[in-house]
């Protein structure tokens, strides 16, 4: 299965970042892409700019999902619509823990409920998930969203299983570090914040950029069709997941 064997995509979390990067990338390779994200004004542009076709919706909401995307024919789908907040399970709250398995989960179970009938039907398809290093290593700092994030991991190598024998193709993207705005939305999404982010988490570090994560994508859609890429861990050259931390005993 090559690019030319696909005709159709949707991907989510189109208005920004990795996104938005992959909804131009299958723009420009031809196909009819549809452009999942809450911020209509973003999704407008990215249009107007790419052809794409845009779908001003939030991924919790099923039933909007449903009204307005089930009748369309995927032939891949990008679940890439992901949020983050800092915090372990001790501070976190219960709007944040909700969010990220709404997002990072909920909503790509759904997704995939919806399209994928279709492609094993059509016997013709592709899923990419957006995952993160966090679904693969332990580090301090995001205890659900590592939690989310392996879940979803599971969930792609599970596809596989469940659509054996179809030319279902499932590839996982598992980033480190990308130059993205989702730090500076973990920190409140305001200028000021993106700017503190920026400063925090970019500034002096060589991170990823969403080209490579593009790039990665690109490869695995453009596999021959004997081929599935099943898992891409990208990280940038100078981050590693490495460290085992030993605490003392107080008393
Ligand atoms: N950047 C990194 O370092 C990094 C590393 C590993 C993994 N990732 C993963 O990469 C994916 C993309 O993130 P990014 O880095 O590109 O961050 P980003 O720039 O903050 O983009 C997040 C995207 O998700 C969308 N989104 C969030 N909540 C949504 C909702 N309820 N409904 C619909 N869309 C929603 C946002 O769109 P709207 O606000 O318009 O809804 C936005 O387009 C995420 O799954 C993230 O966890 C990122």
Redesign the pocket.
């Known amino acids: 299965m090559t690019y030319s064997d696909y005709r159709t995509a949707l991907v ?9 990067a992959i909804a131009r990338l299958l723009a420009d390779r031809g196909l009819e892409v549809h452009a ?4 209509a004004e ?1 999704l407008t542009r990215l249009a107007a700019e790419s052809g794409v076709v845009p779908h001003p ?4 909401d099923t039933n909007a999902l449903e009204a307005e995307l089930s009748g369309i024919e995927v032939d891949i789908l990008v679940n ?5 907040r800092p915090g372990n399970v001790l501070d976190a709250s219960r709007a944040d823990l909700d969010a990220m398995v709404d ?2 989960l909920r909503a790509v179970l759904q997704l995939t409920r919806i399209f994928l009938p279709g492609m094993v039907e059509r016997d013709l398809g592709h899923v990419v998930n ?5 679904g693969h290593y332990n580090f301090f700092g995001h205890t659900a969203y590592h939690a989310t ?1 392996a879940a979803v991991h599971q969930l792609s190598r599970q596809l596989r299983n469940d659509t054996l024998g179809r030319r279902i193709r499932v590839t996982e993207i598992a ?4 130059e ?3 730090f500076g ?1 973990n920190l409140g999404g305001s200028p000021e914040a993106m700017k503190e982010a920026w400063e925090t988490y970019f500034e002096g570090f060589e991170s990823l950029t969403t080209e490579d994560i593009v790039a990665s994508v690109d490869f695995a859609l453009s596999a021959p069709r004997r081929a599935n890429i099943g898992l891409i861990e990208i990280m940038p050259t100078f981050q590693v997941p490495g460290g085992l931390t030993f605490d003392r005993r107080a008393e």
């Open positions: 989510t979390g189109a208005t920004s970042g990795i996104g938005r999942v994200g809450r911020d973003r919706l939030d991924v919790t890439n619509a992901g949020v983050s997002v990072n957006t995952s993160s290093i966090a994030k980033p480190g570090r990308v993205t705005e989702v939305r």
